[in-house]
């Protein structure tokens, strides 16, 4: 039975998750100063993992981050548009209070404590991926690498909003399905069974909560 070994990690902080602005699909934000620091943390936890292979979502923050670890390790960077961040259409660039005034509907899901779920409100007339469009088109990826790469130790750079419900479809037991920035989460993936089980959580110091 061949089993994987896969570092998951969520890009660096930016500017955009201090000021609590959805980035989404936005491409140009790209890491602050604690985010590179964050990265230089993400490479320091992988650089003895034996990676020699990264697969990044093409977003900057991601990129940056995949650069900064591919460094540390000597691994090759390969960018894959299915790992890119959920798409958030017209609040990307919006900040928490610009979204209450703009939106009021969805300004008091955010404020509800319920998440980017957006599930009482029409997401196509905001122009919002789905969350089911999100975690299709990002679990194929996730496993597309996992079955089709010749790597027993992969790397993946992405970003909060579909790991986070990546986790969730796994119903992890290991504490909250929010993942900071900088933060590396460690599955095994049993080829067999086609099975990802979370078997450690490598934090990073500080995050922010915005995808």
């Known amino acids: 039975m061949t089993t994987k070994t ?11 998750n201090v000021q609590r602005r959805l980035q989404g699909r936005t491409a140009h934000v790209p890491l602050n100063a604690l985010g590179v620091r964050q990265a230089h943390n993400v490479a320091q936890n992988l650089k003895d993992k034996n990676i020699r292979a ?5 977003l900057l923050r991601a990129q940056q981050t995949a650069t900064i670890v591919a460094e540390h390790c000597g691994a090759v960077v390969t960018y894959v548009t299915e790992l890119q961040e959920r798409s958030f259409g017209k609040l990307e660039g919006l900040s928490r209070d610009e979204i209450d005034h703009a939106y009021p ?46 790597e027993v130790t992969l790397a993946i750079s992405t970003h909060g909003a579909v790991i986070y419900n990546f986790l969730r479809e796994i119903k992890s037991d290991h504490g909250s399905n929010h993942v900071g920035n900088g933060e590396v989460l460690v599955f095994e ?8 089980r979370l078997i ?12």
Do not use: C, M
């Open 6 to 16: 896969l570092y998951l990690f969520r890009h660096g902080e930016t500017d955009w």
């Open 189 to 196: 993936y049993t080829l067999a069974d086609d099975a990802f």
């Open 105 to 150: 509907e969805v300004g008091e899901i955010l404020r509800s404590g319920k998440g980017f779920d957006f599930d009482t409100i029409n997401t196509s007339e905001y122009q919002i991926e789905t969350v089911a469009a999100s975690l299709d088109r990002f679990r194929n990826a996730v496993q597309g690498i996992a079955q089709n790469r010749n």
């Open 54 to 58: 990264i697969y990044s979502s093409p």
């Open 200 to 211: 450690e959580r490598l934090s990073a110091p500080h995050y922010s909560g915005n995808p």
